[in-house]
T-cell receptor, first 112, second 118 residues
């Protein structure tokens, strides 16, 4: 199906473990983004990517790592998960030159 | 720097009555403004977008928003609420991102939870 997908949709992990959240888009959009959503904070940008092999930090990057070897994929890795990283994570994409972003369905991550 | 303030964390209306969700913004340049909606356990869906072409913007599902530069506001309205409108609504302002050029970042408000009473 066309669009933007995220996997897994739900994940429970333990403190200290490495976790990778996957994001895949079929539109060939240049830009991709990772956000976290927490009560009282709205959505906050973690990392974004302007193209394959180009990534940059957003508002809350600490504890996260990203890569983008292919245009369509933008995985987010928590190298050593902490309880403060319990959140809902959204991936988004946008076309170069346009402002609106299109969001995936989200991944609910719980760190115990 | 840009910021967004959604003036109400919760709004409750009766089905069939008008909806007003209030949003004020600040930006150091002429931004694009958006409203996104999030239904329970779903992703975010674009409702409407303002990009300076017209101050009154019509979106999906009967929603519209009016850009008022003098008031730095971008309030969302709907003439008659439907039960299916119950959701979280986010007002969003764009900002420039310089890495690679060519696209904007988004700054989100904290959201307004819309409750529809039967």
């Amino acid at each position: 199906d066309a669009g933007i997908t995220q996997s897994p949709r739900y994940k429970i992990t333990e403190t200290g473990r490495q976790v990778t959240l996957m994001c895949h888009q079929t539109w060939s959009h240049s830009y991709m983004f990772w956000y976290r959503q927490d009560l009282g904070h709205g959505l906050r940008l973690i990392y974004y990517s302007a193209a394959a092999d180009i990534t940059d930090k957003g508002e809350v990057p600490d504890g996260y790592v990203v890569s983008r070897s292919k245009t369509e994929n933008f995985p987010l890795t928590l190298e050593s998960a902490t309880r403060s990283q319990t959140s809902v994570y959204f991936c988004a994409s946008s076309e170069r030159g346009l402002s609106e972003q299109y969001f995936g369905p989200g991944t609910r991550l719980t760190v115990t | 720097a840009q910021s967004v303030t959604q003036l109400d964390s919760h709004v409750s209306v009766s089905e069939g009555t008008p909806v007003l969700l209030r949003c004020n913004y600040s930006s150091s340049y002429s931004p694009s403004l958006f409203w996104y909606v999030q239904h329970p356990n779903k992703g975010l869906q674009l409702l409407l977008k303002y990009t300076s072409a017209a101050t009154l913007v019509k979106g999906i599902n009967g929603f519209e928003a009016e850009f008022k530069k003098s008031e730095t506001s971008f309030h969302l309205t709907k003439p008659s609420a439907h039960m299916s409108d119950a959701a979280e609504y986010f007002c969003v302002v764009s900002h420039l991102m310089y890495s690679g050029g060519g696209a904007d970042g988004l700054t989100f408000g904290k959201g307004t939870h819309l409750i529809i009473q039967p």
